[in-house]
């Protein structure tokens, strides 16, 4: 079955730092993936998005590229601020599948 | 202003109480959804809804019902038949069934 695998947090890094977080992924068809992102009590929302190989999805400084050969959509950004700190899921939808599968969340917290 | 709605934010109910948790969306979406979210944890899925008037169980239905009377609202009856309610409960929509999800910003639900 469908499944995504996010590294565990929580991450905590300081202002400035690169940041990435690792996600991979276990299809049985042509996924599409997504990072979403949770601020404190809030619901989600879609950080960025790649419907097929080899596609980069990116918003707000945050990048991630869909490599089919490793089965991998990591997070990055080059430079992180304070406002970033956040719960971030990976999730991935295949198609005729009507739910998104999400990965259990990595938190973030960015120090001063 | 597009988007999803969810009232209330915060929800206090006695054990063996039912409640409805509300979720209105005006993105014109076809197809809306239910998630559980507990404390560190990714999302589950309760129920889905493709179209008005249709709807089916996810993988945590068991304790929960709904109904789709209109393509706007999709509310969600916690019955005293779920065993453990209090979580945080998160309603989303997509275009169809299987494309980009967007969240409201969820109910806390808590049973004392």
């Known amino acids: 079955g469908n499944s995504v695998t996010q590294m565990e947090g929580p991450v905590t890094l300081s202002e400035e730092a690169f940041l990435t977080i690792n996600c991979t992924y276990t299809?049985?068809?042509?996924?599409?993936l997504f990072w979403y992102v949770q601020y404190p009590g809030e619901g989600l929302q879609l950080l960025l998005k790649?419907?097929?190989?080899?596609d980069k999805g990116s918003n707000k400084g945050f990048e991630a590229t869909y490599r089919k050969e490793t089965t991998s959509f990591h997070l990055e950004k080059g430079s992180v601020q304070v406002s970033d700190s956040a719960v971030y899921f990976c999730?991935?939808?295949?198609?005729?599948?009507?739910?998104?599968?999400f990965g259990s969340g990595t938190r973030l917290s960015i120090r001063p | 202003d597009g988007g999803i709605t969810q009232s209330p934010k915060y929800l206090f109910r006695k054990e063996g109480q039912n409640v409805t948790l509300s979720c209105e969306q005006n993105?014109?979406?076809?197809?809306m959804y239910w998630y559980r979210q507990d404390p560190g944890q990714g999302l589950r899925l309760i129920y889905y809804?493709?179209?008005?008037?249709?709807?089916q169980k996810g993988d945590i239905a068991e304790g929960y019902s709904v109904s789709r009377e209109k393509k706007e609202s999709f509310p969600l009856t916690v019955t005293s038949a779920q065993k453990n309610p209090t979580a945080f409960y998160l309603c989303?929509?997509?275009?169809?069934?299987?494309?980009?999800?967007?969240f409201g910003p969820g109910t806390r639900l808590t049973v004392l």
């Open positions: 989303a929509s997509s275009i169809k069934v299987a494309d980009t999800q967007y």
């Open positions: 299809a049985t068809g042509y996924p599409s």
């Open positions: 790649a419907t097929k190989a080899d």
């Open positions: 999730a991935l939808s295949d198609r005729g599948v009507p739910e998104i599968i």
């Open positions: 993105l014109n979406h076809d197809a």
């Open positions: 809804s493709q179209i008005v008037n249709d709807f």
